[in-house]
């Protein structure tokens, strides 16, 4: 059974920066394409980035990209996502997200597994 669990989630002031991480396990981490997306109050959850099952391509949300980086260790089956100049508009819960098929897009129905999220909280 796969299991994803967040950590590093918290509250930060505009322009500071965190890292998230997401564990994975139950399955062949290399196998996996790896993402983040993050749900707003009142918002759907939306996509924020992924990363390949070889880690050589990565993929951003527009409202992310230059500020967020994806990155994995396959030996610690572990994604992380580095956010730096967050602004208070980041604050969302954060989930992480696997596929063990395909190549999925930004769509929520295009991923397998899901954590459980954190919270990031970005005051201003």
């Known amino acids: 059974q796969v299991q994803l669990v967040e950590s590093g989630g918290g509250l930060v002031q505009a322009g500071g920066s965190l890292r998230l991480s997401c564990a994975a396990s139950g399955r062949t981490f290399s196998g996996a394409t790896m993402g983040w997306f993050r749900q707003a109050p009142g918002k759907e959850r939306e996509f924020a980035a992924a990363i390949s099952r070889s880690g050589g391509s990565t993929s951003y949300a527009g409202s992310v990209k230059g500020r967020f980086t994806i990155s994995r260790d396959d030996a610690k089956n572990t994604v992380y996502l580095q956010m730096n100049g967050l602004k208070p508009e980041d604050t969302a819960v954060y989930y992480c997200?696997?596929?063990?098929?395909?190549?999925?897009?930004?769509?929520?129905?295009?991923?397998?597994?899901w954590g459980q999220g954190t919270q990031v909280t970005v005051s201003s």
């Open positions: 997200a696997a596929v063990w098929w395909g190549s999925p897009g930004s769509q929520t129905s295009d991923w397998q597994y």
